[in-house]
């Protein structure tokens, strides 16, 4: 009996981080449509960009565990999270990749979004247990976005969720 009900709060806490990640993002892409736009209009990344590009691209990377993908068509590249190793990657058509960003705070990258008007790549951070950067002291303790120049991967901002709410995360 006592091991079902801790399997059922385990669940709710699930659920209550995937509210988090979910309502933060809600706040990131609701402030970012507020910032002043540029003059110059750029435009998101569509299925018509990525005309010419081979329908498979064949990766070969050990313990990636990708587990978002998301396409800037303004340099024709892929950029993807790792579940495991938490870093973005980058993805060229041809499959040649480059750690694009590998910063100290991102444990297992569970999301990412390219926002080529302002030239920033959003990505989500947790750790369920699964990176080799888990340590006990982060493990289902941290929850945040990181903001990185699209054009360089250096760091803009990190917002750390956990704080808003720690006793559900």
Do not use: W
């Not at 990657?89 to 480059?98: A, I, N, Q």
């Amino acid at each position: 009996m006592n091991k079902e009900l801790l399997e059922l709060k385990e669940i709710g806490m699930m659920h209550k981080n995937l509210l988090v990640y979910l309502f933060s993002l809600l706040v990131l892409f609701t402030v970012a449509c507020k910032e002043k736009q540029s003059t110059e209009v750029k435009k998101e990344s569509s299925v018509s960009d990525t005309k010419g590009l081979p329908e498979l691209i064949s990766i070969k990377q050990e313990n990636l565990f990708p587990e978002g993908v998301s396409y800037d068509s303004s340099a024709n590249r892929f950029f993807i999270t790792s579940l495991h190793k938490g870093v973005i990657t980058e993805v060229k058509p041809d499959g040649s990749t480059k750690v694009f960003v590998n910063d100290e705070k991102l444990i297992s990258v569970i999301g990412i979004k390219t926002d080529i008007a302002r030239d920033r790549l959003i990505v989500c951070n947790s750790d369920p247990g699964a990176s080799v950067k888990t340590k006990q002291e982060t493990q289902k303790k941290i929850a945040g976005l990181g903001v990185y120049q699209l054009s360089t991967g250096t760091k803009i901002s990190y917002v750390d969720l956990a704080a808003l709410n720690p006793k559900d995360v």
